[in-house]
């Protein structure tokens, strides 16, 4: 059974082992360890499949947006549903905080994470040349948009620019 919880104190051995095994360039423990316990703006969910271990997502979310920075499925639990149920959870978050978009940075020869990430709702919106440090990749830009709560983003803009 698969089960979406936020990280605790005790996932973050876990999550660094997994950085090492699925990244050229992993985040180190100290940067994992921020987020899991001490950043105001990051929210860090990891899946549990039977109770094991399964994977992770980390977003950052900043001036009504959210900023998706890694998601890690442990090998054997792909095509299981778990990235899929992790994103799901960090979209759930963006959009009950009232985020008006999300984004991210993806390879584009990660065919099968820009297929979950299109199926998601993501679109391509641009690309960043040289992104990934270890082979000079670029980088695939992708956006979900919240179009329910853009119109309120848009209403407070509209608010405030009248006010002066």
Same mark, same amino acid.
């Given at each position: 059974m698969l089960f979406i919880r936020q990280a605790e104190r005790g996932?973050?051995?876990?999550?660094?082992? $997994?950085e090492k095994e699925c990244f050229p360039i992993p985040w180190s423990e100290d940067s994992i360890r921020n987020d899991? /316990? @001490?950043?105001?703006?990051?929210?860090?969910?990891?899946?549990e499949f039977d109770d094991a271990?399964?994977?992770?997502?980390?977003?950052?979310?900043?001036?009504g947006e959210g900023q998706i920075n890694n998601v890690a499925v442990v090998p054997h639990y792909r095509r299981k549903g778990v990235g899929t149920a992790l994103l799901e959870a960090l979209i759930d978050y963006v959009?009950? $905080?009232?985020?008006?978009?999300?984004?991210l940075?993806?390879?584009?020869s990660n065919?099968?994470?820009?297929? /979950? @990430?299109?199926?998601?709702?993501?679109e391509e919106v641009g690309e960043r040349g040289g992104y990934y440090l270890d082979d000079g990749e670029a980088a695939a830009i992708m956006k979900l948009f919240f179009e329910e709560n853009q119109d309120d983003a848009d209403e407070y803009e509209a608010d405030e620019s009248s006010n002066y």
């Open positions: 996932d973050i051995e876990n999550i660094a082992e $997994l899991v /316990l @001490y950043s105001s703006i990051a929210y860090v969910v990891v899946a271990f399964a994977g992770y997502a980390d977003v950052w979310f900043v001036a959009r009950d $905080l009232g985020g008006t978009e999300m984004s940075e993806v390879r584009p065919i099968a994470a820009m297929r /979950l @990430y299109r199926r998601l709702g993501f």
